[in-house]
């Protein structure tokens, strides 16, 4: 079982940056799809962004293209979300997530990933 564990969280200004890291305690962790999901007061959980596992292909959900970036240090275990030119809809809990099985892309609902974080707080202030 691959344990989860964000950081990096915490409040900054409308325009500013932050980034976020997510430590895997499994030392497969290279061979996971990884994926950020964000989620806001009162809205469902939703995809970030992710990263395969072989390749290191990136997928972005619209509203963050251009503006956060998502990688992996595979041999720290540590997956990493720069975000830049952070807007106040940014505002949410902060997941990392793996889905079950090794080199899987499951895609981007949150109920295809089986491996969850706790979450850190993103906070933008306008």
């Known amino acids: 079982q691959v344990q989860l564990v964000e950081s990096g969280g915490g409040l900054v200004q409308a325009g500013g940056s932050l980034r976020l890291s997510c430590a895997a305690s499994?030392?497969?962790?290279?061979?996971?799809?990884m994926g950020w999901f964000r989620q806001a007061p009162g809205k469902e959980r939703e995809l970030v962004a992710r990263?395969?596992?072989?390749?290191?292909?990136?997928d972005y959900a619209d509203f963050v293209k251009g503006r956060f970036t998502i990688s992996r240090d595979k041999a720290k275990n540590t997956l990493y979300l720069q975000m830049n030119s952070q807007k106040s809809d940014d505002t949410g809990v902060y997941y990392c997530a793996a889905p079950r099985f090794r080199r899987t892309d499951v895609g981007e609902a949150p109920a295809r990933y089986e491996y969850w974080g706790k979450g850190t707080q993103v906070t933008v202030s306008s």
């Open positions: 990263i395969t596992s072989i390749a290191g292909r990136t």
């Open positions: 499994d030392n497969t962790f290279g061979t996971y799809v």
